[in-house]
């Protein structure tokens, strides 16, 4: 059943039906209704553009204001049910609305030319590279201005326009240069609906004499168009849950592991169904930490190689058959290439193919029907978990410390476990942060987030801002490390200009610490911030803004309990200050793993 873009899109985390429509050639096609005789005054391209967005569930767009973007911005902002959220830099913008589609489904980001296209341009890679559609917009030149021999502010100095068009070629999925009116509205239409489909950004480039004229192809309210569903291939479907099924049955021990595409696939309810009903240990990756619910009777934990979770590994690894949905396989999640796992014994199901160890592979195989289908035909066969059981001995918890000694990281992070709530959503960032929230146990319907794949330090500033933007009735709490805090520090004033209430833990260890464990030196060593004296000059009086400065237990407890109770309703940001060593076991061994994969020689010519 088709279903029409006018409500919220949503990620698997809620979850949603696919939006897609029937393509012809490859393409998406668009209905468009006949052009009215009269072209209202307002039936104009930005006002087109706005509602599209709205229509699609974006709420909020981050945006950095340039003169080539300015009249877009001011139809925008004109939408009712747009609001401008107006962020320091380029970059932190595009890491916003990677965070909010994270959430919503979808995320949209304004800059203009170049300066601003290719500040923004990490962000929107990263986006690519985690499977978010996320709709950057910019402001392009005049329309007169193609073509001819004129150089303009914001480039190289070449009267060519296409650099920030072929940079953006490669980490978005489609890109539009809409420098006519005459196929704007397909242009517009057609990338918004391919980044939907894909689940990927898109690249909408808009001259600036364009957003205010009226023209016959906007009409007042645009007409909203439907994404069909994608299918499977019956057949191909068919023949592969009869392979798959006849594999698993046949194992003695079988697990199955989710991965970080269960999101891009809209799977994850399909994964639990097939859990319920297979009886195996169900594992994730560390990217997919969040997207399987970690309440369910027979999960063990993150599946991470040499830094798994105790007796997970263990596990998968002795298994017969292990059945991998929507995995990434990459140098930091095989912790330097050094899973102990084989080929021949596995099932790796990605959102549209299934491949069978050795053996077959099916394409045009949808992983929600691959999913569904096989637990209808898999056998129970609980003796993997039952193994578990036997082997598994609870958590050790830290040595308990005196309330006035310096804090320990795993101290910290007893305490954050505490906070966590249905109404909690977690952000880590790159770094120990890593593997210090890998261990955090997520209450039901508790977020978790993080890039794992781009591995981008400072990307959790920006996304804690558009999380927080699109789910406000949750509280964020995010961990990021001194080192990544630098780099994009400055969006905390767009927290406080939103009336965000998020809890940032500030780890201040002096150094880039995750770094350090792969290959040290001293550019691993940053200089020392007053991170509150900060965070208290950017507040300046301004908004609802608490900070603290913790150094022990005690100070640890009695700023949470702040932050939760009377500083409820606040920004709230506690500088933790830790000793540089002070690191999770499992960065050290992790760190030592990847060196050693980095490290490797050349292959002898």
């Known amino acids: ?5 006018g409500s919220q899109l949503q990620t698997c985390k809620p979850s949603n039906g696919m939006l897609g429509n029937p393509a012809q050639n490859g393409a998406t096609i668009l209905d468009s209704n006949a052009p009215p005789s009269v072209v209202a005054a307002d039936a104009t391209l930005g006002r087109h553009l706005a509602r599209r967005l709205v229509e699609i569930g974006v709420k909020d767009v981050f945006s950095v204001p340039g003169d080539f973007n300015l009249t877009l911005l001011d139809h925008l902002i004109a939408e009712p049910g747009l609001k401008n959220i107006g962020c320091c830099n380029e970059l932190n913008a595009g890491y916003a609305a990677d965070g909010y589609a994270r959430s919503r489904g979808v995320g949209a980001c304004v800059v203009t ?3 601003g296209g290719l500040s923004i341009i990490n962000a ?4 690519y590279s985690e499977n978010l559609p996320v709709i950057c917009i910019v402001g392009g030149p005049n329309t007169n201005d193609y ?4 150089i303009l502010h914001h480039t190289i100095g070449l009267s060519d326009f296409s650099q920030e068009l072929r940079c953006f070629q490669t980490v978005t999925c489609y890109q539009a240069v ?17 980044s939907l489909k894909e689940s990927k950004p898109v690249y909408i480039s808009i001259s600036c004499n364009l957003p205010a004229i009226p023209h016959p192809t906007f009409t007042r309210e645009p007409i909203p168009f439907s994404l069909s569903p994608r299918s499977s291939n019956k057949m191909g479907l068919e023949a592969a849950v009869e392979a798959a099924s006849t594999f698993l049955n046949k194992a003695v021990k079988p697990v199955i592991i989710g991965g970080p595409k269960l999101r891009v696939a809209k799977a994850c309810e399909a994964f639990v169904e097939l859990a319920d009903a297979c009886g195996y240990p169900i594992g994730v990756m560390p990217s997919a930490k969040g997207l399987v619910p970690e309440q369910h009777s027979r999960f063990i934990g993150t599946y991470w190689g040499a830094v798994s979770t105790s007796f997970c590994a263990e596990i998968v690894e002795s298994a017969d058959a292990y059945l991998f949905v929507g995995p990434i396989f990459n140098d930091y999640s095989s912790v330097g290439y050094s899973l102990l796992l084989k080929k021949e014994k596995a099932i790796v199901v990605q959102p549209d193919r299934v491949v069978i160890a050795n053996g077959p592979a099916f394409g045009c195989v949808l992983m929600k029907d691959f999913l569904q289908a096989l637990a209808k035909k898999v056998n129970r ?8 059981q036997r082997i598994f001995i609870p958590d050790g918890v830290p040595t308990k410390s005196d309330p006035k000694e310096p804090l320990r990281v795993n101290i910290m992070f007893q305490h954050v476990q505490k906070m966590l709530s249905s109404s909690t959503a977690v952000i880590a960032e790159t770094g120990d942060s890593w593997f210090n ?8 319907g508790c977020g978790y987030e993080f890039q794992m794949q781009y591995g981008s330090i400072g990307w959790s500033v920006g996304a804690t801002l558009g999380y927080a933007q699109s789910v406000p009735d949750k509280r964020v709490i995010s961990c990021i490390g001194d080192g990544s805090f630098q780099v994009t520090a400055q969006d905390v004033s767009t927290m406080l200009r939103c009336e965000q209430k998020s809890i940032i833990f500030l780890i201040n260890n002096g150094g880039y610490t995750i770094e350090v464990e792969i290959h040290d030196g001293p550019y691993n060593v940053i200089k020392n911030w007053d991170y509150t004296g900060l965070v208290e000059a950017i507040h300046n009086g301004e908004g609802n803004c608490w900070t603290k400065k913790v150094r022990n237990e005690g100070e640890l407890i009695e700023a949470i309990g702040t932050a939760t109770g009377e500083k409820k309703d606040c920004l709230c940001f506690i500088e933790v200050i830790v000793h540089k060593d002070d690191t999770s076991k499992e960065l050290l061994e992790w760190g030592s793993r990847v060196c050693a994969a980095n490290s ?6």
Not at 147 to 150: E, F, L, S
Not at 189 to 194: C, F, K, L, V
């Open 381 to 388: 066969n609980p003796t993997a978990f039952e193994n578990y």
């Open 113 to 115: 030319f170049t300066v």
């Open 1 to 5: 059943m088709d279903s029409t873009i």
């Open 124 to 127: 929107i890679a990263g986006a």
């Open 600 to 605: 490797r020689p050349p292959n002898p010519q």
């Open 178 to 194: 809409v420098n006519n009116l005459e196929d704007a509205h397909e242009q517009i239409d057609r990338a918004i609906s391919t």
């Open 437 to 444: 929230c890998q261990k955090l146990k997520l209450p039901e």
């Open 147 to 150: 073509g001819t021999n004129r």
